[in-house]
């Protein structure tokens, strides 16, 4: 064994003063970097690119608060090459610091499959939801089952939408069909899955003495927008 070796033994399983505060920095900037990190899981045509590969949000994330605490700490080394990771740990000598980056990056492929299966369960959930209260005949009419009791068919044309529970809103002027609030629901609901797990819920809520809208909200996140 050489003496980089040796001396590198010494200090095997021994935790770096960084570990912490780099895993932190990692995992919330990972956590802020979730909508980039679907918009890119989205746009993906050939199917997902695997978490933690080259040019993944991981490696961005990682590469990224390195540099931030290189630069408030000049004695660390600079670890990314062309090749990731791997290239530069020879300099690294007093720790296993390619153990700790490895056992880092780990955590964050985690929390990244984390995110990514929590939309597909969203995006299903959506599907199943908007499913539930749009049902499509066979002359191919939409009919929407009214969000608010789920369970009257809503009635829509071009002075109001109504349901025999009470809801009541004024169309007129607004050009609304059913495919509009098909086209609505769906979009306030994706807005709001974008961001939390938890179900939200249809209400209604005075816009004007004469006037109310069709509020989508959620408690667990305080979502509020106006579907209709």
């Not at 970097?33 to 993906?44: E, F, I, T």
């Not at 071009?158 to 529970?165: A, E, G, T």
């Amino acid at each position: 064994m050489d003496a980089v070796n040796r001396h590198r033994s010494l200090y095997k399983g021994t935790t770096p003063p960084w570990k912490e505060t780099y895993r932190k920095r990692c995992v919330d900037r990972l956590r802020n970097s979730r909508s980039r990190l679907l918009d890119r899981y989205r746009q993906m045509e050939d199917g997902p690119q695997p978490p933690g590969a080259k040019g993944s949000v991981v490696q961005e994330v990682m590469e990224a608060e390195w540099t931030a605490l290189q630069s408030e700490d000049r004695s660390l080394p600079s670890l990314w090459g062309a090749n990731g990771p791997g290239q530069m740990f020879g300099a690294m000598k007093e720790y296993d610091e390619l153990a700790v980056l490895e056992e880092i990056q780990k955590e964050l492929i985690s929390q990244e499959l984390s995110i990514i299966e929590e939309y597909e369960r969203n995006q299903q959930f959506e599907e199943q939801y908007i499913s539930s209260i749009v049902e499509a005949r066979e002359e191919d009419a939409i009919h929407i089952i009214c969000p608010i009791c789920c369970g009257n068919h809503l009635t829509i044309n071009s002075h109001f939408v109504s349901c025999p529970c009470g809801m009541y809103i004024n169309t007129k002027q607004r050009n609304i069909t059913p495919e509009v609030v098909q086209n609505l629901l769906e979009l306030r609901f994706s807005q709001h899955m974008e961001g939390c797990v938890n179900q939200p819920v249809f209400s209604m809520a005075a816009d004007t003495d004469t006037s109310t809208n069709l509020m989508l909200s959620c408690q667990a996140c305080d979502f509020l927008s106006i579907v209709l």
